[in-house]
C-alpha cells in the first residue's frame, strides 16, 4: 500500500489534515477478520451467508479489501496503512469461504445497509464484487433496483468492474450501473512491460447503461494488505499482511479516497463526490472504455 498511496498522491500529511473523524464505510464481501490494524473501528457485522453472529472472514478476500481502505498500517508501522485510516466499517458477509455467493444474500445486504445508513451514519458501500449473467433475469434485475436505491438514498456506491477484460463490454452487471463509481486496475506504468498486471484482465466497458465505463481506475496488481490468516505468537505477528491482484483490491481505494473527501467536505453528497474524483483523475491516454477518466489522485481531489 505504501507504493500505491505515493502514486495516488495520498501523503500521512494529506491524510492528517482530512482531521480525526472518519466517515462509515459499508462492505458487502466475504466477512472481516479481527486483525489489529482494524483497532475498535468495526461498528457492525451481519453474516448472510451462515448465520454466525461474530465477525469472521474465512475466505480473507474482505479483510484484504478493508485494509486497501482504512487499515491503520499498526502491524507494519504505518507501511501498509489504507487510504483513509480514520474511517469506521460496517461489514456484511455475502460471499463464502470460496469467495462465491448467491443474489439473494447480497441483495439483503444492501438492504441492510440501506436500512442501517443512518443509525451507523453510513456514507460510502463499497463492492468489491463481479456478479456474473448467470442467476437469472428476472433476479438479477431485482439486486440492480437495489444498487440504484442504494445511490438514490445518498450512498457512494463504488464497485468493482471485474476481471473479465480485456474484451468490450466485459463490465459486470453491478458496475454496469449509470450511477455507481465503477472501479477498474491500471498500474499507470509502474510495472513497465510486465506481464500478468491487472489491467491486462481488469473488465473494459462500454456499459449497457453507460457508454463511459468504467468511470476510473486505481492500481490493482500485488497489493499488499491485511491478511485474515494472521499468527499471533505472544506479543509477536506472523503473516500479518499478504499480496493480492485485481478490480476488487482497485476499489477499496477509490473508496478510501471517498472517505477522506468526505472526512474532509461532508456535506459532499454523492452526485458531486463522483463529479470531483472523476475531474481531478489524471489521464493515462489510455482509451475510456479502460481507463475511465484515468487515475485517481488524491492531492487534486482533496484541494
Known sequence: MLRVREQIGCSDELQKSCGRNGVTIAMLDTGIAGHPDFDNRLIAFRDFVNGRHDPYDDSGHGTHVAGCMCGSGRLSEGKYKGIAPASRLV???????KGDGIIESMASGIEWVM?????????????SIGMGEAAGKER???LLRLVDEAWMCGLIVVCAAGNKGP??????????????????????GYFGERENLCESYSSRGPSPFDVKKPDIVAPGTDIMSCNAFFEKRGFRYRNAYVKKSGTSMATPIVAGGMALLLQKYPFYSNEQAKKKVIKTAKDLKEPWNKQGAGMIQINSLLT
Open 91 to 97: 461489514v456484511g458477509k455475502v460471499l463464502d469461504y
Open 115 to 127: 436500512k442501517n445508513r443512518k443509525n451507523y451514519d453510513i456514507r460510502i458501500l463499497n463492492i
Open 140 to 142: 438479477m434485475d431485482t
Open 167 to 188: 474484451g468490450a463490454m466485459t463490465i459486470s452487471p453491478i458496475g454496469a450501473r449509470k450511477n455507481v463509481i465503477t472501479v477498474g486496475c491500471n498500474e499507470g
